[in-house]
């Protein structure tokens, strides 16, 4: 199976603060990384596939990059609702793996 | 737009199988790839399996030889079994559609189900 490792697995931040989250997977995916949004108590939402696709109806503000076979989430300014747990997860090849997820948390 | 909604006992004993049902409004069950996924403490985010509209399946290794998904296009709901569970099978189940296969989009909002005696 392909794991997939994020770091950090929580971050302590503020309001407005450009944060950024790191997915590295065990082998070469291509571009096929998807990141979700889940708030406690809710289903993890799509955010950006492909590795920097935006879903539609997403904020601007959340973007996705790739490099080999490192890949980050980008906030750009975080707001209140972006205090969430952040998971990535490859499309390449079955079975289908997620990573740890990320925490931000409220400094 | 779509919107998936699961159903199933929330309390199944060991040994037993673990039945759901998601029921898809908004567009057609015949066409995308229509997903179980679980989340555990323990382990995390962890893709059970998929069922595509035609009836072809794909399962987890992990999971394969306990799980059968199928998928009734007149009623627009898919079903999940997982025969044989023990407490490690307690998680939310989540059902989602597949989108070019696997990405998933939406999710449907999520079934505790505790295996318990």
């Known amino acids: 199976d392909i794991q997939l490792t994020q770091s950090p697995l929580s971050l302590s931040t503020s309001v407005g603060e450009r944060v950024t989250i790191t997915c590295r997977a065990s082998?070469?995916?291509?571009?096929?990384v998807n990141w979700y949004q889940q708030h406690p108590g809710k289903a993890p939402k799509l955010l950006i596939y492909?590795?920097?696709y935006l879903q539609s109806g997403v904020a601007s503000r959340f973007s996705g990059a790739r490099s080999g076979t490192e890949f980050t989430l980008t906030i750009s300014s975080l707001q209140p609702e972006d205090f969430a747990t952040y998971f990535c997860q490859q499309s390449y090849s079955s079975p289908f793996t997620f990573g740890q997820g990320t925490r931000l948390e409220i400094k | 737009q779509v919107q998936l909604q699961e159903s199933g006992p929330g309390l199944v004993k060991p040994s037993e199988t673990l039945s759901l049902i998601c029921n898809v409004s908004g567009d057609s069950i015949n066409k995308y790839y229509w997903n179980w996924i679980r989340q555990s403490p323990g382990k995390g985010l962890e893709w059970i399996g998929y069922?595509?509209?035609?009836?072809?399946?794909d399962y987890n290794p992990s999971l394969k030889s306990r799980v059968t998904m199928w998928v009734d296009s007149t009623k627009k709901y898919f079903s999940l079994n997982l025969s044989a569970v023990t407490t490690a099978d307690t998680a939310v189940y989540y059902c989602a559609r597949g989108i070019a296969v696997a990405s998933y989009d939406p999710w449907g909002q999520g079934i505790q189900v505790t295996v318990s005696s």
């Open positions: 069922v595509y509209h035609s009836g072809t399946t």
């Open positions: 492909v590795a920097s």
């Open positions: 082998q070469s995916i291509g571009s096929n």
